[in-house]
């Protein structure tokens, strides 16, 4: 059963704390992306990875580290510096067949991050 | 600056009617137009996508029509069912280097009365 899976589904966490995202895929991608969604403004995109161990950031990376150490894995740590970490945060991945080709990015089922 | 501008923000229909999405663009470098679903709580999934060649795709009830001459493209859902009650995220994607990027709409929260 191949898919992207995210844990934790709700995760609360104190003012000041770090706390890591986790993001699993078996689909073979080499792709994998983390964005955040708040209403009405849409999906922004946090990190983004087209291989292992290499990533840039997206369009609003402060306050967020990543890494990928394994094709599978990309978890994600929203710091203590992230000044509104409270949102919906979605992990996708897709194919990357080159810049010919259609690229479907395929999602998980979101982890919702509440900061107490 | 929004690359791709998505509108309405919210979209109330009878259940029988027709759902109208729309979408522009600047960036003529835009090569593939994915739309993408969400239900509340989930992650997006691919509903349907066309590349700027064609006028118009249609899978089942649900029809993208895409001008190009305009920069525009739209997602019709015919005969609508409270089922579609979803977020309709608009995107569009260019190449970015050796692979591509992908750039999105701010969505639209669609809701069918039964």
């Known amino acids: 059963d191949g898919g992207i899976t995210q844990s934790p589904k709700y995760l609360f966490r104190k003012e000041g704390q770090n706390v890591t995202l986790s993001c699993e895929q078996n689909l073979n991608h080499d792709a994998m992306y983390w964005y955040r969604q708040d209403p009405g403004q849409g999906l922004r995109l946090i990190y983004y990875s087209q291989i292992v161990n290499d990533f840039q950031k997206g369009d609003i990376a402060e306050g967020y580290s990543v890494s990928r150490e394994k094709k599978e894995s990309f978890p994600l740590t929203v710091t203590s510096a992230q000044k509104n970490p409270t949102a919906f945060y979605l992990c996708?991945?897709?194919?990357?067949?080159?810049?010919?080709?259609?690229?479907?990015?395929?999602f998980g089922p979101g982890t919702r991050l509440t900061v107490l | 600056q929004q690359q791709v501008k998505q509108s309405p923000q919210s979209l109330i229909v009878q259940k029988g009617g027709i759902s109208i999405i729309n979408c522009a663009y600047e960036n003529t470098a835009f090569d593939y137009f994915p739309w993408y679903q969400q239900f509340p709580g989930k992650g997006p999934a691919l509903l349907i996508a066309?590349?700027?060649d064609v006028s118009e795709k249609k899978e089942g009830r649900f029809t993208i029509s895409f001008n190009k001459s305009a920069k525009q493209f739209s997602l019709h859902i015919m005969d609508s069912q409270p089922g579609d009650s979803a977020t309709y995220f608009c995107?569009?994607?260019?190449?970015?280097?050796?692979?591509?990027?992908?750039?999105w709409g701010l969505g639209t929260s669609l809701a069918v009365n039964p």
């Open positions: 995107a569009a994607s260019e190449r970015a280097g050796n692979n591509r990027k992908l750039i």
């Open positions: 066309i590349r700027p």
């Open positions: 996708a991945s897709s194919i990357q067949a080159g810049r010919d080709a259609p690229d479907t990015q395929y």
